[in-house]
């Protein structure tokens, strides 16, 4: 298995406060997903990462920001938590390119009150 | 924009064939990818086509057709565990997916 993890895996949290999810992973790969999943929706890209600093926005990314300082590490950021965003979030990694399929990590289950 | 659609759910019996099909309509193409999802768990990699034509990997089968934007997963031998939902997804040339919605299999006895 590919070495990521998330944390936390589970959060219950406030509606207004901010809340920050943390992706890992040991293979040094180039580029970072985040990931929301909801019943009927599949799952959607927030952001994306190609690199130390350099990051894009995704198809929903409205209401989340993202840093990359490291090659290992991608933070996701709910400024302002919303019960839209109650979801579960997927991390995901990819070296690019060719037959480099992505890896998931186990994902982190996010409720909104 | 990106446009991927499978169908929501299928049945099938343990034993048989199933066809699982996606179609797809993006704005660049670098890669169909087909990934397996169980309840309450990581979609992991299933296969992968960039050309036309059909990959085999044991049980599993995959085929595309760029003219088409079309593809589908072909599961043989169906077992209750393949019992999941199946995640169509298409690259494009900056390395982003774009997943449909999945399609949920159940397999009965």
């Known amino acids: 298995d590919a070495g990521i993890t998330q944390s936390p895996r589970h959060k219950v949290t406030e509606t207004g406060t901010p809340v920050t999810l943390r992706c890992h992973q040991t293979?040094?790969?180039?580029?970072m997903y985040w990931y929301r999943q909801d019943p009927g929706h599949g799952l959607r890209l927030i952001h994306y990462s190609y690199g130390v600093k350099d990051t894009d926005k995704g198809e929903v990314s409205d209401g989340y920001s993202v840093s990359r300082s490291k090659t290992e590490d991608f933070l996701l950021t709910l400024e302002s938590a919303t019960s839209s965003q109650t979801s579960v979030y997927f991390c995901a990694i990819s070296s690019g390119g060719g037959y480099n399929e992505q890896f998931f990590g186990p994902g982190t289950r996010l409720t909104v009150l | 924009g990106q446009n991927i659609d499978q169908p929501t759910e299928m049945t099938a019996t343990e034993g048989a064939i199933v066809q699982i099909n996606c179609t797809y309509q993006?704005?660049?193409?670098?890669?169909l990818f087909w990934y397996q999802q169980h309840a309450g768990e990581a979609p992991t990699f299933l296969s992968y086509?960039?050309?036309?034509g059909l990959e085999e990997k044991g049980r599993f089968s995959s085929f595309l057709s760029r003219s088409k934007g079309y593809s589908y997963l072909l599961l043989k031998e169906l077992q209750m565990k393949d019992s999941a939902s199946y995640l169509c997804?298409?690259?494009?040339?900056?390395?982003?997916?774009?997943f449909g919605t999945g399609t949920s299999l159940t397999v009965i006895p």
């Open positions: 086509n960039v050309l036309d």
């Open positions: 293979e040094n790969h180039r580029y």
């Open positions: 997804a298409v690259r494009d040339p900056s390395n982003q997916f774009y």
């Open positions: 993006t704005s660049g193409f670098n890669g």
